[in-house]
């Protein structure tokens, strides 16, 4: 698939762009802070509905504006959408071909994205929290359903945590409705534990040989789900739900007396093993650097491998921090099937051939 075109309107730093795209290479150049990130960043937003470096949607929208717009012309083989996203101090509104989508769960999933930023070794180096986040977007874009169920879970875990502060407040307020959202909880959350490890077994049989091609076969790339409760991958729901279920009773008395929910997906982490090591404890910067290119490259083929379509590439200023190996080796596996974008300050770092084949774009101050 492709992104023909975009338009912008009170996004960040730009007040009214329209910009077409070329379908294989796209290169942004410019100085720092003129609008590159903030262009590729709506890219990924007009697809996931959601920013690859905020959580608070009002940051999109232009200083001193009420609203901010993306528009987009997205080319796939069977059909072409006209995507839009506007963001308001209310929310969002998502639309496709013209027509309000009622959930954002309907609307994510059209377009695919695969970004690959600077930030991005904190996948490997920084929290749980970061690797939880990782795992949803992804899978949310090859899955609307689990966006679903992550939703409705979010939704009961609130509900719980909210009974839960008040039960550590009133010691006579009995089990009776904690017991329920106990029983909505693990539902959603047994469904949710099922669909990471299915996620995962397939990311791993992609990154593993990718990881072996980037390290020169000398490294082996293992992932590693690390449950809050003892659970395996080959257990089928009702078996997890069972477990989460005795978990619960254990945990019950921590819980009220800590107000808050102690197990579930919400408290789970990855861990990413390289040659039988974690490599977030012992890895050098270039294996952890390496480790998040691998995870990327991957994704590209598992979403090639699930919606039958390549998604679209974005590379946020890391053709530059990659050495001669390993950006060759990036730009050899993407070459000429997948839309990419990159951004640079400058076309030294960026390879000859590929430069000959893009489209450049010059950003100056959101123009
Ligand atoms: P660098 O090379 O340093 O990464 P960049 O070109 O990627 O720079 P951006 O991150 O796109 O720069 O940011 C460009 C500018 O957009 C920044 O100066 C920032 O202050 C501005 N900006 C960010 N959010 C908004 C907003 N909501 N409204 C207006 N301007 C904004
Ligand atoms: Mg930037």
């Known amino acids: 698939m492709f992104i023909q075109d975009i338009r912008l309107t009170n996004y960040r730093n730009y007040d009214s762009l329209h910009l077409s795209f070329e379908d294989k290479v796209n290169v942004i150049i410019g100085e720092n802070a003129q609008g590159k ?6 890219i990924f937003v007009l697809a996931m509905a959601k920013s690859h470096r905020t959580s608070n949607d009002k940051e999109l929208i232009r200083f001193q504006a009420d609203y901010g717009k993306i528009e987009g012309t997205l080319h796939t083989k069977n059909s072409n959408l006209h995507l839009q996203l ?47 986040r990782f795992l949803d977007m992804e899978l949310g874009q090859i899955a609307p359903v689990y966006l679903y169920e992550l939703s409705q879970y979010q939704k009961v875990l609130t509900q719980r945590n909210h009974y839960l502060k008040k039960m550590q407040g009133d010691r006579k307020i009995d089990d009776t409705m904690l017991d329920v959202f106990t029983i ?3 539902e959603h959350g ?50 997890i739900k069972e477990v989460y279920y005795e978990h619960f009773q254990e945990v019950k008395e921590r819980e009220k007396m800590r107000g808050t929910t102690l197990i579930g997906p919400h408290r789970d982490d990855l861990a990413f093993i390289v040659n039988d090591r974690d490599v977030q404890t012992y890895g050098s910067q270039g294996q952890q650097r390496t480790t998040a290119l691998s995870l990327k490259l991957a994704e590209i083929e598992l ?65």
């Open 303 to 367: 979403i090639k491998s699930e919606v039958n379509e390549y998604p679209i590439l974005l590379l946020d200023d890391v053709l530059s921090e990659l050495d001669d190996y390993r950006q060759s080796h990036l730009l050899n596996t993407i070459q000429g099937k997948v839309q990419t974008f990159v951004t640079t300050t400058s076309v030294d770092g960026i390879d000859h051939e590929t430069l000959r084949q893009a489209k450049s774009i010059r950003v100056t101050d959101g123009k």
């Open 37 to 42: 990130t903030n262009l590729l960043e709506s």
């Open 184 to 186: 909505q909880l693990l």
């Open 86 to 132: 506007a963001v308001s101090k209310k929310g969002k509104k998502a639309k496709i071909n013209h027509l309000e989508q009622q959930k954002l769960s309907q609307y994510i999933g059209h377009m695919n994205v695969v970004m690959f930023a600077p930030e991005d070794l904190n996948l490997v180096k920084g929290s749980p929290q970061v690797r939880r």
């Open 190 to 239: 047994a469904k949710i534990l099922k669909k990471r490890y299915e996620f995962l077994y397939l990311l791993q049989n992609w990154a593993e040989p990718i990881h072996k091609g980037i390290s020169r076969g000398l490294e082996t790339l293992k992932i590693q789900y690390k449950p809050s409760i003892h659970v395996c991958e080959n257990m089928d729901l009702s078996k």
